[in-house]
């Protein structure tokens, strides 16, 4: 589908006054930039029009409406007045018309109509539906009660967050022109995404630009993400809605901040973030959806009812369901996420490879002191074909932490090597493990014990018990000794 225009920027005119005469407009340089950004991506001139006319009481232009129908997007700038003003609002319906006879308002699951969010509005009742319903891109940022725009005139902070948010808006706008310019009449025009669809949580106003970078990049890596528009905030209309979308979904990811964010009207008065874990974790039990939980480093609840789910949700097996709760900085996050989806996809794909097999993993549960012990067992896995993984030690507590974390949740068996850690470390190391097998549903992975010197009343009991998956190296490792653990492993070499 080809059109005159990539884009037209709708905006009220006071919203582009400069703050001080010897400045540029923000809309101005809103423009500007996005101009830049776009042809970058698209590899030619991006064709972005905005009526530039100072007056903002002339009689609605005819030329602006002949301009919808060879217009391909329409970004609007949402401001107080924005709502208040017919113009505007005219524009916004206008657009909306043309593009049901172009396509449509969405194309797939994306909109036509980017919703650029200035300043907070109260109310968007006299927005068109399908405006309302349009995730938008805020380009405020909120401290406390207060709530500041991203104008680079602010100083090098607010110009870096424009800029950050200018990128992303940038690389979904070419992406939507890109779709656009594969529709064609024929029913096999569009092609469809094979990779699993994610749905990603909405989450408080702490949380919404990293929300907005995690969205960015899964699309730029070919993921379809949901929800595309915003979901009701009514309880009787968003659960069907919750369980529909996420239904098409291999993942969801929850990210669970100090801001409780929105809360839909109805009798429970739990927020959307509450509602969606809650469904996410149901359907997690009914058809084995991987969700990922992520807390920030230090978070804490800026109102009670978060506090208590906060600490809620890392101790009740019940909301952590299928899901792997994380912990720790943005980049970890993503690196668990990419993980999983990875997974993910080899596992769907694994059935079109018949007898194909990957390799597998045994993680080795350690204390640091165990590591030159463990070498012998570390050489006869290799030996056997299969991928041996050590426990991180050295670096920050909390990258350790998570990097540990992935490590246990991906592997295909986990040895705890009882060696130089007592009791007590044994004890939590399996307590631990037991959490992990319970907030996720069921075991993903075998679990074994391997025996190391020094003997000790606690271990010489265990040999004596003769568990199934018990390993005995305190007089050295052998291919007997490790026969049941490769057996095993052999049994399951035809799964995913």
Same mark, same amino acid.
């Given at each position: 589908?080809?059109?005159?225009?990539?884009?037209? $920027?709708?905006?009220?005119?006071?919203?582009?006054?400069?703050?001080?005469?010897?400045?540029?407009?923000?809309?101005?340089?809103?423009? @500007?930039?996005?101009?830049?950004?776009?042809?970058?991506?698209?590899?030619?001139?991006?064709?972005?029009?905005?009526?530039?006319?100072?007056?903002?009481?002339?009689?609605?232009?005819?030329?602006?409406?002949?301009?919808?129908?060879?217009?391909?997007?329409?970004?609007?700038?949402?401001?107080?007045?924005?709502?208040?003003?017919?113009?505007?609002?005219?524009?916004?319906?206008?657009?909306?018309?043309?593009?049901?006879?172009?396509?449509?308002?969405? $194309?797939?699951?994306?909109?036509?109509?980017?919703?650029?969010?200035?300043?907070?509005?109260?109310?968007?009742?006299?927005?068109?539906?399908?405006?309302?319903?349009?995730?938008?891109?805020?380009?405020?940022?909120?401290?406390?009660?207060?709530?500041?725009?991203?104008?680079? #005139?602010?100083?090098?902070?607010?110009?870096?967050?424009?800029?950050?948010?200018?990128?992303?808006? #940038?690389?979904? $706008?070419?992406?939507?022109?890109?779709?656009?310019?594969?529709?064609?009449?024929?029913?096999?025009?569009?092609?469809?995404?094979?990779?699993?669809?994610?749905?990603?949580?909405?989450?408080?106003?702490?949380?919404?630009?990293?929300?907005?970078?995690?969205?960015?990049?899964?699309?730029?890596?070919?993921?379809?993400?949901?929800?595309?528009?915003?979901?009701?905030?009514?309880?009787?209309?968003?659960?069907?809605?919750?369980?529909?979308?996420?239904?098409?979904?291999?993942?969801?990811?929850?990210?669970? &901040?100090?801001?409780?964010?929105?809360?839909?009207?109805?009798?429970?008065?739990?927020?959307?973030?509450?509602?969606?874990?809650?469904?996410? @974790?149901?359907?997690?039990?009914?058809?084995?959806?991987?969700?990922?939980?992520?807390?920030?480093?230090?978070?804490?609840?800026?109102?009670?009812?978060?506090?208590?789910? $906060?600490?809620?949700?890392?101790?009740?097996?019940?909301?952590?369901?299928?899901?792997?709760?994380?912990?720790?900085?943005?980049?970890?996050?993503?690196?668990?996420?990419?993980?999983?989806?990875?997974?993910?996809?080899?596992?769907? #794909?694994?059935?079109?490879?018949?007898?194909?097999?990957?390799?597998?993993?045994?993680?080795?549960?350690?204390?640091?002191?165990?590591?030159?012990?463990?070498?012998?067992?570390?050489?006869?896995?290799?030996?056997?074909?299969?991928?041996?993984?050590?426990?991180?030690?050295?670096?920050?507590?909390?990258?350790?932490?998570?990097?540990?974390?992935?490590?246990?949740?991906?592997?295909?068996?986990?040895?705890?090597?009882? &060696?130089?850690?007592?009791?007590?470390?044994?004890?939590?190391?399996?307590?631990?493990?037991?959490?992990?097998?319970?907030?996720?549903?069921?075991?993903?992975?075998?679990?074994?014990?391997?025996?190391?010197?020094?003997?000790?009343?606690?271990?010489?009991?265990?040999?004596?018990?003769?568990?199934?998956?018990?390993?005995?190296?305190?007089? &050295?490792?052998?291919?007997?000794?490790?026969?049941?653990?490769?057996?095993?492993?052999?049994?399951?070499?035809?799964?995913?």
């Amino acid at each position: 589908m080809n059109f005159d225009l990539d884009a037209f $920027i709708s905006y009220a005119h006071i919203d582009n006054e400069p703050l001080t005469p010897d400045q540029r407009g923000w809309v101005t340089q809103f423009h @500007a930039t996005l101009q830049t950004m776009l042809s970058q991506r698209l590899g030619q001139k991006a064709r972005i029009w905005r009526d530039e006319k100072l007056n903002g009481n002339d009689v609605f232009a005819r030329e602006i409406v002949d301009q919808f129908q060879r217009t391909a997007l329409l970004v609007s700038i949402l401001t107080p007045r924005y709502v208040r003003s017919e113009w505007c609002t005219r524009e916004l319906r206008e657009f909306c018309a043309a593009a049901a006879n172009t396509g449509g308002v969405t $194309i797939g699951n994306k909109s036509r109509v980017f919703k650029v969010i200035k300043t907070p509005v109260d109310s968007a009742t006299a927005l068109p539906d399908p405006i309302q319903q349009t995730l938008g891109y805020d380009f405020f940022a909120v401290d406390g009660d207060e709530s500041k725009e991203l104008d680079p #005139a602010f100083g090098d902070q607010a110009r870096q967050q424009f800029l950050g948010k200018l990128n992303g808006l #940038a690389w979904q $706008i070419a992406k939507c022109l890109q779709q656009l310019a594969q529709v064609d009449d024929s029913p096999h025009a569009a092609k469809a995404r094979t990779r699993p669809a994610v749905f990603v949580a909405d989450c408080g106003r702490d949380l919404r630009a990293t929300r907005e970078q995690l969205v960015t990049e899964l699309d730029m890596h070919g993921y379809d993400v949901l929800p595309s528009q915003q979901l009701p905030l009514t309880e009787d209309a968003i659960f069907p809605e919750l369980k529909a979308q996420l239904a098409r979904c291999a993942l969801s990811i929850h990210l669970v &901040g100090r801001s409780v964010g929105p809360v839909p009207d109805g009798p429970s008065g739990r927020s959307l973030v509450m509602l969606e874990n809650d469904v996410a @974790a149901a359907r997690s039990r009914e058809s084995a959806l991987r969700r990922i939980i992520w807390l920030p480093a230090g978070v804490a609840g800026e109102r009670v009812e978060q506090q208590t789910f $906060i600490a809620a949700l890392q101790e009740d097996a019940a909301l952590q369901f299928g899901a792997d709760l994380l912990r720790g900085d943005l980049e970890g996050l993503k690196g668990a996420v990419f993980q999983t989806l990875r997974r993910l996809e080899t596992a769907q #794909a694994a059935p079109a490879e018949g007898v194909k097999s990957r390799q597998r993993v045994v993680h080795l549960l350690m204390t640091e002191s165990d590591r030159a012990q463990s070498v012998p067992l570390l050489k006869l896995l290799r030996e056997h074909g299969l991928l041996a993984t050590l426990p991180v030690f050295v670096g920050d507590a909390s990258a350790v932490r998570e990097a540990n974390a992935q490590l246990v949740s991906s592997c295909d068996a986990l040895v705890l090597f009882y &060696g130089a850690g007592d009791e007590v470390w044994k004890f939590h190391q399996q307590s631990d493990l037991r959490k992990q097998a319970a907030a996720s549903g069921t075991p993903r992975r075998s679990e074994w014990i391997c025996l190391a010197p020094p003997s000790t009343p606690d271990k010489e009991l265990l040999q004596a018990l003769g568990d199934a998956n018990l390993l005995d190296a305190r007089d &050295g490792v052998s291919g007997a000794m490790l026969q049941p653990l490769v057996s095993a492993l052999a049994a399951t070499r035809s799964e995913p």
